[in-house]
């Protein structure tokens, strides 16, 4: 039986997120000024074809299954990856600190000059629109961050952590996964995230923090050309 995280982007926008998709029941999408993410609803060919008539001219969509991703010959392949997905094998306690304050719309651009910096994953100036972020500052300068991106039922991605390279070893980006861990395991969710298969160092940190792997995924951007 599939797991709902098995294709996480379909089954955010058929839940916690359908007032945000666009499409219909055989395929949907994030708007792209938020996130790039979309989904159709199955394998078959009426939902693949609505699935390649999301995006228009110029337009990307990322594709995040555990599945082997089909073939949309419509759209330009361009690039494809291995992701892990990773979750938390236990609820994680409510964390108070004063240090770590909630990021807003007048936020928005230093975030997206931190995500263009670090390299997250994929980021835009309405990340805030998906869940709630949270940074640290020093000086009035955001250096650190993590907040939530897509949510299905039961569940929340902790997404965005990223500190920058000037402020990185002293311990900010692990106390904002565990914050940001807390907030999400407060509402009787579970916390899950995503990672580059090959960033074993991060998957090692994860591990260390509480999450395990629970599946292997694929990811791939595609493109409408015309």
Same mark, same amino acid.
């Given at each position: 039986?599939?797991?709902?995280?098995?294709?996480?982007?379909?089954?955010?926008?058929?839940t916690a997120h359908a007032?945000?998709?666009?499409?219909?029941?055989?395929?949907?999408r994030y708007p792209p000024?938020?996130?790039?993410?979309?989904?159709?609803?199955?394998?078959?060919?009426?939902?693949?074809?609505?699935?390649?008539?999301?995006?228009?001219?110029?337009?990307?969509?990322?594709?995040?299954?555990?599945?082997?991703?089909?073939?949309?010959?419509?759209?330009?392949?361009?690039?494809?990856?291995?992701?892990?997905?990773?979750?938390?094998?236990?609820?994680?306690? @409510?964390? &108070?600190? %004063?240090? !770590?304050?909630?990021?807003? +719309? /007048?936020?928005?651009?230093?975030?997206? =000059?931190?995500?263009?910096?670090?390299?997250?994953?994929?980021?835009?100036?309405?990340?805030?629109?998906?869940?709630?972020?949270?940074?640290?500052?020093?000086?009035?300068?955001?250096?650190?961050?993590?907040?939530?991106?897509?949510?299905?039922?039961?569940?929340?991605?902790?997404?965005?952590?990223?500190?920058h390279p000037d402020f990185?070893?002293?311990?900010?980006?692990?106390?904002?996964? @565990?914050? &940001?861990? %807390?907030? !999400?395991?407060?509402?009787? +969710? /579970?916390?899950?995230?995503?990672?580059? =298969?090959?960033?074993?160092?991060?998957?090692?940190?994860?591990?260390?923090?509480?999450?395990?792997?629970?599946?292997?995924?694929?990811?791939?951007?595609?493109?409408?050309?015309?």
């Open positions: 039986m599939s797991h709902i995280l098995d294709r996480p982007v379909w089954s955010a926008l058929r007032a945000l998709a666009e499409g219909g029941e055989d395929a949907r000024s938020i996130v790039p993410f979309a989904a159709s609803a199955d394998n078959s060919a009426g939902s693949l074809t609505a699935l390649e008539d999301l995006p228009a001219s110029g337009e990307v969509m990322a594709l995040v299954e555990a599945e082997p991703i089909a073939a949309l010959p419509e759209l330009t392949t361009v690039s494809d990856a291995k992701l892990v997905q990773m979750i938390a094998e236990r609820p994680y306690p @409510r964390i &108070v600190d %004063g240090r !770590i304050v909630p990021l807003t +719309e /007048t936020d928005a651009e230093d975030m997206l =000059a931190l995500a263009t910096l670090t390299k997250p994953g994929p980021f835009t100036l309405r990340a805030q629109s998906l869940g709630a972020f949270w940074g640290m500052k020093i000086d009035g300068r955001l250096v650190a961050m993590a907040g939530q991106r897509m949510r299905q039922t039961g569940f929340a991605e902790l997404s965005g952590l990223c500190t990185q070893g002293r311990g900010f980006g692990k106390l904002l996964f @565990r914050f &940001v861990a %807390g907030e !999400i395991s407060a509402r009787d +969710e /579970t916390a899950y995230l995503h990672a580059y =298969a090959a960033n074993s160092s991060a998957i090692s940190l994860y591990t260390a923090l509480g999450f395990r792997l629970r599946a292997e995924m694929n990811f791939r951007i595609v493109k409408r050309d015309r």
